[in-house]
């Protein structure tokens, strides 16, 4: 008797048994791990994934249902994958089936009658049959047949030279007997080739036959360096490289505009000429076409880009092409990691700081530290690169865990210079100073391109009644409501109402937008040059990844000068005719609720001033701020970013907080906030009662309400737990969950957060 256990999309964290169907010994060997089945479940029929086999289970046999049917041939999820999906599930505390489902493309995840068309397709393939062999002299005495032999069999793109030659027997039997040709290569070949094909097959002269995929074998490249590397980044190239090919983590600090990228593509290089398949992740705002386009130009092969506005079914046909070995370097974001690669060599992860690795629903985790992990279990190396580490691994180069590199001048142009400006001292009108306005003019006059950043969407933050400090508020948050023009919007929830004219509680002509978002500042620069084209960037202009790339071609053709917008531009991009860069307003970050607020405040400074004077020209970095005293503006532009993090980690190790220790936060929701309150006490008092020990060895908070308490019309309130040991902390959240779990939950869910990527 044999116990197949599967992984359903279910939020129960658990697997679900079936019992094996009665098939021969054989049949039973065909069982395979990582292939999907369809199952009965209670009275419907779902997809489960084959975890493990076994031969006991804890269920009364009677009660075991038996598969429907098996959907796949060959293992949809290879071991090494499996392997990550339980590690993440255990890690993060998230459902095996959230996992596993995460990690599919969203074809296979569901079951309909056509759906079984979405596994791995089984693989055609065409040879010279034997009649062919025979029947030569006669067949290749036509010049258009000899053509189309060379075509469909000789793979060296060149078939041409090799017709033009004297027929000889000897050579065309050699070069083309027992080759293969795949349907797959089909679609590379010219159309005219097919009614020849088509000819060939009804005159016997080929044979075809089917067979399960093929994972191709390893394809070599011989991709030549790139001679224009500097010896800062060919020592980093090598760095790499030559360790030996295991497992190792490489942290590349490298100031903006250092060629982070060209150090990529030499190791990708590297790998590639192994026979090995590259990961490549980014930041979903950097992979543009054109990112694309410049790699696959120096490169010169088949680049695959994987991002989540891919269509379902391309993102199927990616994720089949690099399982079958068909691509070598997928560049992705986040959930490219999930990509099946059988022959990955190394994974590269650009921008390692950046808040999009985070997944911040469903199963919450961060695709850097899955990649790590992952990197790990294939005992493969991985380098993670930014201009602006993260803390934590800035803290683990320090202590030896990840081998530290550094690229500390920029290829071209120099470092920006900062200047502080001072508000008290110079009033801004509209949101920009008279020193922030002639220095934008008198980079027009030069022709040259100015970025203005403000983190805040909108026209205005608030709208406020100056007779009666009435503010607009979201009814189903605790957050004021952001004036976009004639609108009200939440930014946390759907809600969205028309601006009021008169005041609701006074009903006075007395209401004014106070503060400013990109909207107003865009209005404001308009008045001030009307003759000037300005691109601005912020989610509610560019809502598809074509906004983003016409935006991007409009400033790369110079056709604007004036660009504005959110850390959205802060982010990757290379604008080589900026000269200026100002920051308008990043005051609301400098006194954040959150421990993490200067790493980020520091970091985004970092990247936004690292936009300008990429190329020759010199450029300035203008900041705007009431604070000028605080340190950040003081001490950041004097030492840089590393020296200044450091100092953040100084503080950090103090007061015992992350990378110093580890947290999670457990989170309830409730429309009543005693009701989240009072389950997660109840939950807590259990805990410390059944783990009195383990308890001991934490730092608990009791229940507490969120910074925004009130979201969507939920009540949130959590409990921070800390250890400093990463495994006393997971076994503490397993009990944890555990308890929670079993709790009578009405109106109410939870959810953890491990490694939290900000306070609650
Ligand atoms: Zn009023
Ligand atoms: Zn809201």
Redesign the pocket.
């Known amino acids: 008797m044999l116990i197949l256990r599967f992984a359903v999309f279910t939020p129960l964290k658990r697997s679900f048994d079936y019992l094996a169907p009665n098939l021969s010994t054989q049949e039973n060997l065909s069982l395979k791990i990582g292939t999907r089945f369809l199952l009965p479940f209670g009275h419907q029929k779902c997809i489960g994934v084959l975890l493990s086999i076994a031969t006991s289970t804890q269920i009364n046999i009677k009660k075991l249902k038996t598969p429907l049917a098996c959907l796949d041939e060959l293992p949809i999820l290879n071991a090494n994958l499996l392997k990550l999906a339980n590690w993440m599930s255990s890690y993060y505390h998230a459902p095996i089936g959230y996992v596993l489902w995460l990690m599919l493309p969203p074809p296979l995840r569901i079951f309909s009658a056509s759906s079984t068309k979405n596994s791995i397709p089984q693989t055609r393939s065409y040879k010279i049959s034997a009649l062919g062999r025979e029947m030569l002299p006669q067949i290749a005495a036509n010049a258009k047949n000899r053509l189309a032999f060379a075509q469909l069999f000789k793979k060296d793109q060149n078939p041409e030279s090799f017709v033009d030659k004297e027929f000889e027997k000897e050579t065309f039997e050699k070069e083309l007997f027992n080759k293969e040709l795949f349907e797959h290569e089909l679609s590379a070949l010219s159309f005219k080739v097919r009614p020849q094909l088509k000819y060939f097959l009804e005159q016997n002269w080929i044979t075809t036959q089917t067979q399960n995929p093929t994972v191709l074998p390893k394809y070599y490249y011989a991709l030549k360096p790139n001679p224009l590397l500097t010896n800062a980044q060919q020592d980093v190239v090598n760095a790499v490289i030559n360790q030996a090919d295991e497992f190792k983590v490489s942290l590349l600090e490298g100031v903006t505009g250092s060629g982070k990228t060209e150090v990529y593509l030499e190791l990708a290089k590297h790998f590639l000429n192994k026979g090995q398949q590259v990961l490549i992740l980014v930041p979903e705002i950097g992979l543009t076409p054109q990112f694309l386009a410049r790699i696959q130009n120096q490169l010169q092969i088949n680049v695959l880009g994987i991002h989540s506005q891919l269509s379902n079914l391309a993102r199927f046909e990616a994720w089949l092409k690099a399982t079958l070995n068909q691509i070598h370097l997928v560049i992705g974001t986040r959930t490219a990691l999930f990509t099946p690669m059988p022959n990955l060599g190394m994974i590269i992860i650009d921008e390692e700081h950046d808040a999009s690795y985070r997944s911040r629903d469903g199963v919450r985790y961060s695709a850097r530290d899955a990649a790590i992990v992952y990197a790990k279990h294939l005992n493969i190396p991985i380098l993670l690169g930014s201009a602006t580490p993260a803390l934590d691994s800035l803290q683990n180069s320090l202590n030896g865990r990840y081998q530290a590199l550094f690229l500390k001048q920029r290829v071209l142009g120099t470092m920006p210079k900062w200047q502080i400006i001072d508000c008290i001292l110079h009033p801004q009108v509209n949101g920009l100073t008279e020193v922030l306005i002639e220095a934008i003019k008198a980079r027009l006059d030069k022709n040259e391109q100015v970025i203005l950043f403000l983190n805040r969407r909108g026209f205005a933050p608030v709208l406020f009644c100056q007779n009666c400090k009435w503010m607009a508020d979201?009814?189903?948050?605790d957050?004021h409501?952001t004036l976009h023009y004639n609108r009200l919007s939440?930014?946390?929830?759907?809600?969205s109402a028309p601006k009021p004219e008169f005041c609701p509680n006074c009903q006075k002509d007395s209401l004014i937008a106070l503060g400013y978002g990109t909207q107003r500042i865009e209005n404001a620069l308009q008045d001030i040059f009307p003759d000037e084209k300005i691109v601005r960037i912020d989610r509610d202009t560019i809502s598809k990844k074509q906004d983003l790339e016409n935006a991007l071609d409009l400033i790369n053709s110079l056709q604007t000068r004036i660009i504005l917008g959110t850390q959205m531009i802060a982010k990757g991009h290379d604008f080589a005719e900026v000269t200026l860069v100002a920051v308008i307003d990043t005051d609301n970050l400098l006194f954040s609720h959150d421990f993490r607020g200067e790493e980020q405040l520091a970091q985004l400074l970092t990247q936004v001033s690292g936009r300008g004077g990429r190329a020759q020209k010199p450029a300035q970095v203008l900041i705007q701020t009431y604070h000028p005293e605080h340190a950040i503006f003081q001490d950041l532009p004097k030492i840089g970013y590393h020296e200044y993090a450091l100092s953040l980690l100084e503080k950090r190790a103090l007061f015992k907080l992350p990378p110093f220790s580890y947290q999670a936060q457990i989170f309830a929701d409730s429309k009543v906030l005693e009701r989240a309150n009072k389950f997660l006490q109840n939950g807590l008092d259990e805990f410390e009662q059944q783990y009195d020990k383990l308890a001991a060895l934490l730092k608990i908070s009791p229940p507490l309400s969120c910074y925004m308490s009130r979201?969507?019309g939920y009540f949130r309130a959590y409990i921070l737990v800390q250890s400093h040991d990463r495994n006393i902390l997971n076994i503490s959240l397993a009990n944890l969950d555990q308890i929670l779990g079993s709790l009578k939950k009405q109106d109410l869910r939870f959810h953890i957060e491990v490694d939290p990527p900000e306070s609650a």
Do not use: E, G, Q
């Open positions: 979201c009814p189903a948050c957050a409501l939440c930014h946390h929830c759907a809600y979201r969507k």
